[in-house]
C-alpha cells in the first residue's frame, strides 16, 4: 500500500523566504509527527499532532515554525523567515495510533542559500 | 526528559561477522525500544522493536536485547551481508512529548564483501 508520501522532495529557498512543506501520512492513520534532521545526526522531534490538534509542539524551535493539520490527513511544515539553519532533511512520519511503531516518508531537503 | 546516547558511531564488519550496537537511555519509565535502518536518501524504516516486558526478541537475522535495570538496549545482526550496509538508530519515547520518539545520533554501518 501507499506509504507516507512528502512534497516536494528537495526544495531551494533564500534567506528571508517563507516555505511550506507537505505530508501526506498513511491513509487511517490517526497520529503524525514532524522530525528534522541535520547532517550525521539522528531525527530531532518537532510537533506531533493527534487527529486534527497539534497534541505536543514541543520541538519547535522558535516561532518561525508553524505546522498545521487541519482535516485530520494532510500536515503542513510552516517555515517563514527563513535562516541558512534552518537547512536540513524534513522527515513526517505517521502511525495508526499512539501506541503503534512510526512509518517515515522520505523526508523533504530543505537548502535556505 | 529522555537522552539516548548510541555507540559506536562507526561500524565495519566482514560480510558473514556479526555487528552489535549499543544504545542507553535515562528515563526508567521509557518503556518502547524501537530500532531503525536508514538509506540514503531514504526516511527511516522500522527494523525491529521490543517492550519493557520482554528482555530480547528475534526476527530472523536481527535481534535486540533490553536490560532495564542498566538502562540500555542493543542491535545484533547476524551473518552480515552487503545490503545491510547503512545508518541505524535506536529511539526511546520522549515522555514529555507525548509519544514522540527521542533517536540516537546513529551508527554508520559498512559491510565488505
Known amino acids: 500500500g501507499a506509504g507516507v508520501s512528502q512534497t516536494p522532495s528537495n526544495k531551494v529557498t533564500e534567506k528571508g523566504k517563507y516555505v511550506e512543506l507537505r505530508c501526506d501520512p498513511i491513509?487511517?492513520?490517526?497520529?503524525l509527527y514532524w522530525y528534522r534532521q541535520s547532517l550525521g545526526q539522528g531525527p530531532e522531534f518537532l510537533i506531533y499532532f493527534q487527529g486534527t490538534g497539534a497534541a505536543d509542539d514541543s520541538g519547535l524551535p522558535n516561532d518561525r515554525f508553524f505546522a498545521v493539520r487541519p482535516e485530520g490527513s494532510v500536515s503542513t511544515l510552516k517555515i517563514q523567515r527563513t535562516e541558512r539553519g534552518d537547512s536540513a532533511v524534513y522527515l513526517c512520519a505517521s502511525s495508526p495510533s499512539n501506541d503503534s511503531p512510526l512509518h517515515f516518508g522520505n523526508g523533504t531537503r530543505l537548502t535556505v542559500t | 526528559g529522555e537522552n539516548v546516547e548510541q555507540h559506536p558511531s562507526t561500524l565495519s564488519v566482514q560480510e558473514g561477522d556479526s555487528a552489535v550496537i549499543k544504545c542507553t537511555y535515562s528515563d526508567s519509565a521509557s518503556n518502547y525500544f524501537p530500532w531503525y535502518k536508514q538509506e540514503l536518501g531514504k526516511g527511516p524504516q522500522l527494523i525491529i522493536d521490543?517492550?519493557?516486558?520482554?528482555g530480547e526478541k528475534k526476527d530472523q537475522r536481527i535481534a535486540v536485547t533490553l536490560n532495564k535495570t542498566a538502562k540500555h538496549f542493543s542491535l545484533h545482526i547476524t551473518e552480515t551481508q552487503p545490503e545491510d550496509s547503512a545508518v541505524y538508530f535506536c529511539a526511546a519515547p520522549s515522555n514529555q512529548a507525548g509519544t514522540a520518539l527521542i533517536f540516537g545520533k546513529g551508527t554508520t554501518l559498512s559491510v565488505s564483501s
Open positions: 491513509s487511517g492513520h490517526t497520529a
Open positions: 521490543i517492550r519493557s516486558n520482554v
